[in-house]
């Protein structure tokens, strides 16, 4: 999917902060836990277009931040 070094340097393009590499029912997405917006990967080209993320509700928010940090999730 996406290189870890491509990670570390992809921003939201909201809020210029990081993203976090999650996995939803769509498939793969960045997502930015501060402003809960998702933003969907295609064919492993993340498209980090404002228009185009994804609000994410309350539980999806808290289904992707277990899912990135699942050593607090426990």
Same mark, same amino acid.
């Given at each position: 999917?996406?290189? =870890?070094?491509?990670? &570390? !340097?992809? %921003?939201?393009?909201? #809020?210029?902060?990081?993203?976090?590499?999650?996995?939803?029912? $769509?498939?793969?997405?960045?997502?930015?836990?501060?402003?809960?917006?998702?933003? =969907?990967?295609?064919? &492993? !080209?993340? %498209?980090?277009?404002? #228009?185009?993320?994804?609000?994410?509700?309350?539980?999806?928010? $808290?289904?992707?931040?277990?899912?990135?940090?699942?050593?607090?999730?426990?």
């Amino acid at each position: 999917m996406i290189e =870890r070094e491509l990670l &570390d !340097i992809l %921003v939201c393009p909201a #809020d210029r902060g990081p993203l976090l590499l999650v996995e939803r029912a $769509a498939g793969g997405a960045l997502y930015n836990p501060r402003m809960k917006r998702a933003y =969907r990967i295609d064919d &492993d !080209i993340p %498209v980090l277009l404002i #228009d185009e993320a994804e609000t994410v509700g309350d539980d999806e928010h $808290a289904r992707l931040m277990a899912q990135a940090n699942p050593e607090t999730s426990r």
